[in-house]
């Protein structure tokens, strides 16, 4: 059982590993395009051929794209946690915990992002850097990894 739940583990890991290189690599070269489309001129970094489909896009459809992104990246992230809790926890009380933590981080990244868009009339303050914060971590197995290690913690406090 030990050994199966150590291949999970693993399968686990390899899968958010390579989620995440290519959010980091999607966002980088979108960001690239974006001061290119901006600026109207040439970047220091060249742009791959995959992400050369968005070198069409306007600046303004580019930028707002982004949220859309944003809630893509943040679903496949939520997706694969869940699933890694499912298959490796014995404690089904996890995923309700997981759920709500991406809740929370959600709630409280709109909420920023609303204070700073209608009352503060600036996304480029510290609400806006908070909002980005929360959604980063939204976007990692942070909140995963944390839950499965709880539960590891739980089991030996309660051992004898």
């Known amino acids: 059982m030990k050994k199966k739940k150590y291949k999970l583990y693993l399968l686990f890991f390899f899968v958010f590993a390579i989620l995440g290189y290519c959010r980091e690599y999607f966002f980088v070269h979108l960001n ?44 496949l992230f939520l997706l694969a946690g869940f699933l890694a809790i499912k298959k490796i926890s014995a404690h089904k009380g996890l995923i309700r915990l997981f759920f709500y933590s991406y809740g929370v981080l959600i709630f409280l990244s709109a909420l920023s992002m609303l204070y700073a868009y209608f009352i503060r009339q600036d996304l480029q303050n510290s609400e806006y850097t908070l909002s980005r914060w929360l959604m980063g971590i939204a976007q990692s197995p942070i909140i995963c990894l944390l839950l499965l290690a709880s539960e590891n913690l739980y089991q030996k406090s309660q051992q004898p």
Do not use: G, H
């Open 32 to 75: 690239n395009i974006l001061y290119i489309r901006y600026y109207n001129r040439p970047s220091d970094l060249p742009v791959p051929e995959i992400m050369r489909i968005f070198l069409n896009q306007s600046y303004a459809t580019l930028y707002y794209s982004k949220y859309i992104y944003t809630v893509l990246w943040t679903s």
